[in-house]
Each structure stands twice: as C-alpha cells, then as structure tokens.
C-alpha cells in the first residue's frame, strides 16, 4: 500500500473527536514511521502519550482535563478544576488540579501543567462523575465531593475560595445537604464545615 493512503488513512482515523492511538494506527496496519512522519510535518500533534489529533483540530474550553485524564487514566478532576468544569465561583486555574493515589506514579505532562493532589481510600473513589468531552471520558467529582475537598484542602486553595463556592453551589441549588453531609463525613471534615453550613442555612 503506497504510503500516501497510510496517511491519508492515519489522518481520517486522527480527525474522530477523540484523535487516535498508537496502538489503533498499529491494530489498522499502519507503519508507526507513518505516524512520525505525519507528526514532523506538522499534520498530527500528540496531545497525550501514545495520542494524537490533527494540528488544526478545535479545542473546546475542557481540551486541558481531556488531556490530563487521558495521559492520567486513574486520575480524577478535582478542586479548582472541578469548580471550574461545575461553573461554580470565579476561579481560572493556570493548572489542571488532578487527584491521583497516594502511592501512584508521579505523571509527568508538558501540556496542560498540572497540579497534583494524592487522595486515599473513599476521598479517592467516592463522587466521581464520568463525562465524555472531545469523543473522551473525562473523571470529575461532582459538585457536593467538590466542595467538601475544598474545605479539606482549605490551606492549598484559600478558605475563601471554599466559602464562595459553598454560597453560590447552595444558591444555584447544586447540591442537597444530604449530599454534602456525606461527603464531608467521607472527608472528615464536618467539624469544619458545621458553623458556614448553620450560617448558610440559618
């Protein structure tokens, strides 16, 4: 097969939502020097390790947590980022904020930078929303996990920060206290939470 079907073939697969795999170019019959070359000349980037897409594909405004998701496979979006993909208060993260294990791997990324929190046991596994943005499964904590891990990790974001996204989750009605209740148990936090809930409430 003339090398220039290969390329066209490679780009076809590249241009579906979720760009493509080494390993599905390879599945296709495709010579991985197909994919260097397309690479060098600018028609594929690699947007994550073994992940490429066309260069002139269009970014939506989560191209960064796909990013980090997919070269992060047990990753989960959390805190500011969380926030941000939620619509909740006015934080614009310069990095993605990831929560990964305790014990996992450190990932190292050029692009998004990223911003790693180590979470254990249930504050790992529990809350987490799957959605598909640009043809992939990004993980994100739902909005009552989110603002219990905003108070427990208070000192790295800024009490304030938590207490804003507290007051404008309740007044969008984002949340039910049943929820947020659970999850702060989940985070040990409800001690901490107690008297901004009563003030919320009261």
Known sequence: MPPTTDQAKALKLARRSQGVTTRELVGAGIHR????????????ERIARGVYRPAEHPATEN????IA???????VICLLSALQFHGIGTQLPSQVWIAIERRAHQPSLKYPPLRVVRYTGAALSEGVGSHRREGRTVRVYGVAKTLADCFKYRNKIGLDVALEALREAWKARKFTMDELDHYAGVCRVRRVMRPYLEALTG
């Open 33 to 44: 020097q197909v994919l260097s070359r397309l690479v060098s000349a600018g028609q594929l």
């Open 63 to 66: 191209h960064g947590l796909v």
């Open 69 to 75: 998701c997919t070269a992060v496979p047990g990753g």
